[in-house]
């Protein structure tokens, strides 16, 4: 079974620094891993999808890396701000398997940036 | 475009009632899923539908059950609610075959007293 692993669980950071959120996945036979964002109260946001056999993906401030044979990604923010403020969730979609499409989720990272 | 819908938003039940959570979407997906997501936890899969007229049991199914009405919609369901079952449910969907994200509803905050 696939266990992923987030750290660190929280993060207090005040604004404009720049931060490395890390994901450990325990079978490397992925199809892709994603990325959410989830406020408060709220429901899920896909900020990033990398396919397993890219090495990386950018939207705007935000970067994400995938080593699938270290069974690792991370999620790089850059110049964080109040608005980033959110808790962050990797999570990995099995490349071999019968339950399809299914993601297996790490618990996330909460992130708060102070101004 | 709403992409997931999920009513209701909220819900008290008693212990011992049922009810019925309900997803649809809009987006043309083939395959559909519930999970739960459960403080200091990573979301754990329910139930999940493959394909319109299938449906298979994921990591934590006792006490739910599911139906695919069709390609849009996909209903869980609690025939005798327990306190464990307590929880924030999430449906998504996803186009099976294509390297593309999963997309979320906003959630279902289910309390059980």
């Known amino acids: ?115 | 475009n709403a992409g997931v819908t999920q009513t209701p938003k909220f819900q008290v039940l008693k212990t011992g009632q049922s009810m019925t959570l309900q997803c649809a979407q809009d987006m043309n997906h083939n395959s559909m899923y519930w999970y739960r997501q459960d403080p200091g936890m990573g979301l754990r899969l329910i139930y999940y539908s493959a394909s319109e007229g299938t449906t298979d049991k994921g990591e934590v199914p006792n006490g739910y059950n599911v139906s695919r009405l069709n390609k849009r919609e996909f209903s869980l369901r609690l025939e005798s609610a327990a306190p464990s079952q307590t929880s924030v449910y999430f449906c998504a969907s996803i186009l099976l075959g294509q390297n593309q994200p999963q997309h979320f509803g906003d959630g279902t905050r289910l309390s059980i007293l």
């Open chain 1, 1 to 115: 079974k696939q266990e992923v692993t987030q750290i660190p669980a929280a993060l207090s950071v005040p604004e404009g620094e720049n931060l490395v959120l890390n994901c450990s996945f325990t079978d490397s036979a992925i199809y892709n891993l994603q990325w959410f964002r989830q406020d408060p109260g709220k429901g899920l946001t896909s900020l990033l999808l990398i396919q397993s056999s890219q090495r990386e993906q950018t939207s705007g401030r935000l970067n994400a890396s995938l080593d699938k044979s270290s069974g690792r990604s991370t999620l790089y923010i850059a110049a964080s701000q109040p608005g980033d403020s959110a808790t962050y969730l990797c999570a990995v979609r099995p490349g071999r398997g019968s339950t399809l499409g299914r993601l297996y989720f790490g618990r996330g990272t909460q992130l708060t940036v102070w101004p």
